[in-house]
């Protein structure tokens, strides 16, 4: 779809996030409620923008893991964690690492198509509470018939980025490389306050017995050194993966990796004329759209054909972006599309992507949209892009523009 072509437009007025903590046992917000992360950010949204929460017509939020504390549905139970009236609708998606993303689109689509005016839409995912494939059934919830479909058997994200970075040629020093830089641009980008403006304070235990503000990501790490990373052994290295695919080199680690992380974040989407009319300022809209799916054995490479597609509808071509967020769940995954898309590198993840900045599953797409919208600010941009792997071999990408 390209919201060019039609009548109403989509715009994002706002966006926020909880800065990430570590998904362990002692990050930061490790024991807080996912429900009450996720309302937090809502609730500073409409406040900060003036809006009565009554006005808003649906809230569309992304987990991954809807099991436990984050089953129930987050998003509605967030909305009335927020003070909401309880006329105000809500609903969780999982497009799986970009659920987030897909609940952008699927409030900024119901905008351009009439049935909304204002929509909230973020993600939340609690990662040291509700560790990633620790739900009940763990990895076997495929079933028979996908076994049948693929007898030699599908794999883990880790052996898929594996096989990714053999198949494009990418080595260790490569993707270390990537990985240290990723915390530089992070660490430069937290310095100078980039941050500051999209996050939302969080209360959280100081280990005194007291609590303290938490505001910063925790995740970055300024030292990082293509060195420092090359003393990490690989995380997914198995004798059957190795008989079974002799070209993998075993270079993916944790240092070149998403770490498990913690967090919350949300846009602000509202109809171009409700927006006028109530006052409020759009930062950017939405030009285009596309969801794809790829081999699911590769698994991280959709965002390639993503890309492709956005761009086709939208008639834009690489070089008339001027930012790419592509999520970093492995350092393998935005250096192959950029090999295939021919984009440039500075370009690409200019503050730092999820290896340094986190990736709480759910949360991640949001994250990722409301950064590309602060470096289209900050850069004078006009287009700017972002697409992010899912598992299964699946992908989103986004279009917007700055206004």
Known sequence: MNSTSQGRQAVIVDVARTAVGKGKPGGALSSSH???????????????????????????????????????????????????????????????????????????????????????????????????????????????????RYPEGLVRQG????????RWGLDRDDLDRFAAESHRRAAAAQAAGRFDRVMVEIEVPDGR???????????????????????????????????????????????NSSPLTDGASAVLIVEAQTADRLGLAPRARFVGFSVVGDDPLLMLTAPIPATRRVLDRTGLTIDDLDAYEVNEAFASVPLAWAHDMKADPEKMNPWGGAIALGHP????????????????????????LQTMCEAGGLANATVIERC
């Open 361 to 384: 599953l759910g949360s991640s797409g949001t994250r990722l949209l409301g950064t590309l919208v602060e470096v289209l600010e900050a850069q004078g941009g006009r287009y700017g």
């Open 209 to 255: 017995g007291g609590t303290r503000i938490h505001r910063v990501d925790e995740t970055i790490r300024p030292d990082t050194t293509p060195e420092t990373l090359a003393g990490l052994a690989p995380s997914f290295k198995e004798d059957r993966y190795s008989e079974r695919f002799p070209e993998i080199t075993w270079s993916v680690t944790p240092g």
């Open 159 to 166: 052996i898929s980025a594996e096989l990714v970075a053999a």
């Open 34 to 148: 996912p429900v009450d992360l996720l309302a937090t950010v809502l609730r500073s949204l409409v406040d900060r923008n003036g809006i009565d929460p009554a006005q808003v017509d649906d809230v569309i939020a992304g987990c991954v893991q809807q099991v436990g504390v984050q089953a129930g549905n987050v998003a509605h139970v967030a909305s009335l964690a927020a003070g909401f009236p309880e006329s105000v609708p809500g609903t969780t998606v999982n497009r799986q690492c970009g659920s987030s993303q897909q609940a952008a689109t699927f409030a900024a689509q119901s905008i351009i198509a009439g049935s909304c005016d204002i929509v909230l839409a973020g993600g939340v995912e609690v990662m040291s509470q509700v560790p990633l494939g620790r739900a009940p059934g763990g990895e076997d919830n495929f079933g028979p018939r996908i076994a049948d």
